[in-house]
């Protein structure tokens, strides 16, 4: 159990929030000349990190906005909160 | 086996008031080299030591386990054992697991306390009953029992059950294997820790592994807390910390780790004598011989490492229970834990060989790992021993992930398994 600090509306319980997986897998640009193991490294592969992880939320009980989270799995603290599209900081 | 458990050697040891058992395995300090190194030591990793010694004559075998002995998801589970899966790889595979289960505690000459108490899964909307009768065929064809009961028998066969029409999700019917049931968890590792022990298999609990060394794509041995173990074969049995050695050799696997959660209540006089689960509304429960109601909630949806979840999952799956059972109502809850399971994209388990020679998997059983034990480690072992899967962990294998011959089992097999 944990409070996420949307970007948008602030602090609220983690209830409010859908959790949208590990960050930053981009869908490949020609999806045409993907092999089958390229395809599977995107569709089924996963760090699934224990410890800081890049992941996304999104706040479907508010303002319905998605946003980067930086969470250590191995606690689940919260390090920082960064909007889409930005880097995560370092 | 040396001290072989009996009516005599209880009566014996009765006369010495139970003070001069004999420690059940070893504690070994680890040696240098070893033919095949377990990482993992819960049910499904302590079953691959014995049957790979039992039955694929290894004996220079270790077992490395950072915590103790059947301390993880073995010990955080509900128990339950059945084997009604839809798809006809994941059927024949669990039923080769129930199969073993029967004739477990004669095997291993420890009393598992395997009970064939029947487990029950109830259909609540239209849907769900044709899918279960659906299930019921696959199965009686797949030569696994299994029955479908309407209503009134359901109300028959359990009669705590709430049937009423008029409540949120009514009871329309329910499958029943008779041949499932539970078992008694530490009792399975011990078991098994004892089997293995006595051909010679060493048991190193308190050791963790901190890296694996490879040598271009094969393995060469294991770093531990307790220093470096050389190996040419190295089963990996970790459950929710798989993908944690799986980086340690360099490969991803396509596994999320999540909380799954379980509680029992106070213990209490006899009053259900199977086990009820319910997909649609995600409870399920039974009764342990202590007298606890054993109840298993749902996973987190979010990846975490920390073996506690949510109260959200505990709490929606107790307004069920309450639901199906307003019996329950005045009970309390004694205990609440969490285990981290591994969950695959199918919702089946990955029992292979992988890219780098001598390492092997066992992993990805997600919330239903424990009916598998005996069946898992029967053919993890096979697979290690021969360098190719069995044909009933074929299908189980890391390629499918690629080639897309998917066991998808998520909707088939039921949520909660």
């Known amino acids: 159990m944990f409070i996420i600090k949307c970007p948008y509306c602030g602090e609220r319980d983690h209830s409010e929030f859908s959790y949208g997986g590990e960050a930053h897998i981009v869908r490949p640009k020609q999806p045409t000349e993907l092999s089958d193991d390229q395809w599977a490294e995107y569709l089924f592969m996963r760090k699934n990190i224990k410890g800081l992880q890049y992941e996304r939320w999104n706040h479907a009980h508010g303002c319905r906005q998605w946003f980067n989270v930086g969470r250590d799995t191995s606690n689940d603290k919260i390090h920082f909160v960064y909007k889409m599209g930005e880097s995560p900081p370092k | 086996m040396k001290n072989k458990y009996s009516i005599f050697s209880l009566i014996k040891n009765a006369f010495s008031y139970h003070e001069n058992w004999q420690r059940a ?11 095949a190194v377990i990482v993992g030591g819960g049910g499904h990793g302590l079953a691959t030591a014995y049957y790979l010694a039992k039955e694929h004559n290894l004996k220079n075998i270790a077992v490395v386990e950072k915590g103790w002995i059947g301390g993880g998801n073995t010990g955080r589970n509900t128990t339950i054992i059945r084997s009604n899966y839809l798809w006809d790889a994941s059927a024949a595979m669990y039923d080769h697991a129930l199969k073993l289960w029967e004739g477990l505690s004669q095997e291993l000459n420890y009393n598992v306390m395997f009970s ?19 299930r019921t065929h696959a199965n009686r064809l797949n030569g696994i029992d299994c029955e479908w009961l309407s209503t009134e028998e359901v109300k028959k066969f359990c009669s705590i059950i709430n049937c009423s029409p008029d409540i949120r999700y009514p009871v329309l019917g329910s499958t029943l294997q008779r041949r499932a049931g539970t078992a008694r968890h530490d009792a399975v590792a011990w078991g098994y820790a004892r089997g293995a022990d006595s051909m010679g298999v060493d048991i190193i609990q308190n050791c963790e592994v901190k890296g694996i060394k ?77 007298g606890e109601l054993v109840i298993g909630a749902g996973t987190d949806a979010y990846i975490s490492y920390t073996q506690k979840g949510t109260h959200e999952v505990v709490e929606g799956t107790l ?25 695959c994209p199918d919702a089946s388990p990955i029992i292979s060989k992988t890219s780098i020679k001598g390492l092997y998997f066992n992993c990805g059983w997600g919330t239903g790992g424990f009916k598998a034990t005996p069946g898992s480690g029967n053919l993890f072992a096979h697979t290690i021993a021969k360098d190719e899967p069995h044909k009933l962990n074929a299908a189980f294998n890391i390629n499918r992930f690629v080639s897309g011959d998917l066991v998808d089992e998520h909707g088939a097999a039921a949520v909660a398994h």
């Open chain 2, 25 to 35: 395995w070893r504690d070994p300090e680890p040696k240098k080299t070893y033919d």
């Open chain 2, 116 to 134: 064939q108490r029947g487990v029950m899964n109830l259909a609540h909307n239209l849907h769900d009953v044709r899918e279960l009768k659906r």
């Open chain 2, 214 to 290: 490879r040598k271009g794509d094969s393995v060469e041995g294991i770093e531990t807390t307790k220093g470096f173990i050389k190996t040419s074969k190295i089963g990996i049995v970790a459950a929710g910390h798989s993908s944690v050695l799986a980086n340690m050799a360099g490969i991803k696997l396509p596994l999320e780790s999540k909380p799954l959660q379980a509680l029992v209540s106070e213990p209490i006089k006899p009053i259900i004598d199977t086990v009820v689960m319910s997909n649609a509304v995600h409870a399920y429960v039974s009764q342990s011989d202590k």
């Open chain 2, 319 to 343: 307004k069920a229970i309450l639901e199906l059972y307003p019996i329950f109502s005045r009970l309390r809850m004694l205990r609440q834990w969490g285990g981290v399971v591994d969950i």
